[in-house]
């Protein structure tokens, strides 16, 4: 899978249709996009059709980014995430909430990304995405510490300098790019378990699961996928 | 990084710090190592700025997890199996 087929779109999320009319807020209904996952789901199991779609719209671009972890095109993303939903449809009353809906969705789509890789041999399975430049090397460049004929061997030389006001310096939008453009240079196998640990929230243990990896393995590609944003994150705030 | 294999060493140094922070957060080290990892961030103002940094960009991940655009084709798709799905409960 190349760079490429990660886009991360930059679009900002579509605004709730809030309208702030003072004294309205107590009887007004809350629209589908005000609601939460479970008060979604309870809409959903009602046959509330706009909180269906809602759910749909606000999963889609997780569901789809997680598909081509897995090494699907464009289209065969499009068909996976299809076929996620329908199952979802079938299983929505037996969802008990014992994990997050987003990490159930990831389960049903895993299976079937794997069901579609055995039989058409055309997704890649996780353990087999490529592992150049994974693991080697330090997370920090060496030229920035000192070295052994230094006064303080394995201290910094070039030390970070502290960025100032980074909550919101990070939110600005250029910011955002440099952010997803970071995402997708990285290595496949770290890319993957950053964007599920710490895009997409999801928890270790789940992440293990899905990806059939280790903790150890894990942990390893979210330090140096993290510390990969770090660095490239660095030049921009410093600049 | 897992633990860095140094025998009776009896501190961190910046250089193996760097490599620490996510097995720090995650509770992967021994009590001994975030003892020493610990120890290393009181004295040392850089590595205090690196965690800073590294939790500045764990915290601003999120913002890349963007909406994206449901085709028309799969909404058809998805709202007609809802449609289905209402109608046999």
Known sequence: MSSAALPISLLPPAAAPIESRPGAEETRPLSPQELDESQLLTAIRGGDEAAFTELVGRYHGSLRRFARIFGASEAVAEEIVQETWLTALQKLDSFEGRSTLKAWLFGILRNHARRRSERERRTVPFSALATDGEAEGPVVDSLRFQGGGDNWPDHWSAPPRPWEDPERRLASLEAREQLSQAIARLPERQRAVVVMRDVEGLDSEKVCELLEI?????????????????????????? | MAEMHRHEIDEVTCREFVELVTDYWEGALSEDRIELVEEHLVMCDWCKTYLEQMEATVKALPEASEREPVPEETERILLSAFRAWKARR
């Open chain 1, 214 to 239: 280790s903790e150890g393995n894990q942990r390893v590609l979210l330090h140096r996928g993290r510390s990969g944003v770090r660095a490239a994150l660095e030049g921009y705030m410093d600049g």
